[in-house]
């Protein structure tokens, strides 16, 4: 039986095939083991303490140093071999920005060996070691990442598959560690602010892990004690950040460049003024709402009715400005005429994934909050501003998801090879004469205006300088004019289409700073889900908390990852 064409190369990815498949299970399981184990932990299951948990993330994070410096060697011994590139792929901004989340971690884990020195006589050894093991491995791993972050692996392929799924889910286990310690810490204020709301009939009992004996210094323990819950939203973004970084990479082994990729785009402040001061207005008065929000919520009954009234009025106001701009901004595609790239891109394909999937999460709580709202017998005056707030949520986050995805499938505007050449040449005795600046200096507004380079345009028609009158100069002053009436039109499609690209740039910088902006609320304590009280009373405490704790990290998680794709919008518009 003949093979048909091009079997050898078909037959030849099944191995590959496999090896994928295979080393996607390995890492399932792995994180369910996890999973289950931190589960465990959490709900003080017998015969399983924070030791255990710890143990088993000390060994993933063993094994995956282990794999980076053998990667790293064999990188080294092979340095002067062409290796092929996802540009794509690991950009320099997001290095910068996982660079920034890493030092803070870097810092959150010199915080837990104090704590573990000034409690050292009742805690475990492993909760000493943890730490510091994880400040190796967050250093070797970003030092990686900047490194191989757009390596595309065509060597030991289904060892290097296990090796870089096996990371993947170990920074997602350590996401989820993190989530839900700073989660923990969080359910405990809220239960204790819920008695200042009036909510007496709901059963307080604090789910406290603290160390069972007495700290050797009072004020350094509580300095590291506190300090710990404040870094944590960096912690949890650091690893959720590596972790998309190396399944960008997981995705890349044995692929097949296409050459044609798109050169860089620097991010440039020109131009996109107005955007960001009314991003910046929106920062800086999120950051005054938190404040107030911090201090307010708990005091009393009529403080954190005040404080949650300022939350949602800030927030509609935010929201209501996204929307509008998202809706300019689709306005504004559906009046271009531009195809959308659909070449193979395993970083783009998961941005859009990940917008769509975490921004359920966000979708989940509004649902249950209008629920509630309709559901619910009583109402407080201030429940009644959570309804708009949560409509505003969903729509808002349809309409960003939208543009974003749309923007980053978007073909970067290419010229035409005549547009590029156009030039109005006219012979002034015997010599050439550029009478029209190039394309490239039409398109950078650098053409020279009055020092002889442009020629005069009168009535209609072009004529050069330094004509002497004679019977050729008609002949030149036509050939001008024709050419003249055909390039006009450029000019014109050239302004519109530059106003189009400011109004898009400045548009794009407004929401990266409102994402950044709404991603501070909920990171640093101000979740309005846990503290108004009326989905508690209408689901159960219990299971709304447990609705909460589950879509709250993803919900934080979109904003910050909005952010960073509305930051590429911006470099690419």
Known sequence: MEKAPGSPSVGGSYPQKNAEILSSQYGINLFLAGLLLTFAWAVHAVGISKSHLLSYLITLMLIQLLWMLWYLCRSCTQRRLIREKDTHAGACWLKCGITLFAVITLILDSFKIGYYVDFSNCLSAVEG???????????????????????????????????????????????????????????????????????????????????????????????????????????????????????????????????????????????????????????????????????????????????????????????ALMCTAGIVALLIYRLEDRSLDNSKNPARKLDAELLVGTAAGSWLLSWGSILAIICAQAHPKYTWYNLPYSILVIIEKYIQNLFIIESIHREQEKVNDDIKTLRIVTVSRGSTLSLAPSYKEIYNGT???????????????????????????????????????????????????????????????????????????????????????????????????????????????????????????????
């Open 129 to 319: 070691i943890f730490p510091v093991t994880h400040a190796v491995h967050t250093i070797l791993q970003v030092y990686f990442l900047w490194c191989h972050a757009k390596d595309i692996i065509q060597s030991f392929k289904t060892l290097e598959r296990f090796g870089v799924i096996h990371s993947v889910f170990t920074n997602l286990l350590l996401w989820t560690n993190g989530v839900l310690t700073e989660s923990k810490h969080q359910l405990n204020e809220h239960k204790e602010r819920l008695i200042t709301l009036g909510f007496g009939n709901i059963t307080i009992v604090l789910d406290d892990h603290a160390p069972q004996c007495n700290c050797t210094t009072t004020t350094l323990c509580s300095i590291f004690s506190q300090g710990i819950y404040y870094l944590y939203p960096f912690n949890i973004e650091y690893h959720i950040l590596a972790s998309t970084m190396l399944y960008v990479l997981w995705k890349n082994i044995g692929r097949k460049v296409e050459h044609h990729q798109q050169h860089k785009t620097p991010f440039k402040f020109h131009g996109i003024t107005v955007g960001m001061i009314f991003g910046l207005i929106v920062l800086i008065s999120t950051i005054a709402k938190v404040v107030v929000y911090l201090i307010q919520i708990g005091r009393s009954k009529t403080k954190s009715e005040l404080a949650l009234t300022i939350f949602y009025l800030h927030a509609i106001s935010v929201l």
């Open 447 to 573: 053409a020279a205006h009055g020092h002889g380079e442009l020629p005069f345009l009168l009535n209609g028609s072009i004529r050069a300088r330094g004509n002497d009158g004679s019977g050729g100069a008609k002949e030149e002053t036509s050939q001008v004019n024709c050419s003249a009436m055909h390039s006009a039109p450029f000019y014109s499609r050239n302004s519109v289409t530059n106003n189009k690209r400011r109004i898009l740039k400045n548009i794009a910088a407004f929401l990266f700073l409102c994402n950044l902006s709404l991603w501070i609320p909920p990171a640093f304590g101000c979740r309005p889900e846990y503290d108004n009280g009326l989905e508690e009373i209408v689901f159960g405490f219990e299971p709304w908390i447990i609705v909460v704790n589950l879509a709250m990290p993803f919900s934080i998680f979109y904003r910050m990852h909005s952010a960073a794709s509305l930051f590429e919008v911006n470099c690419k518009t």
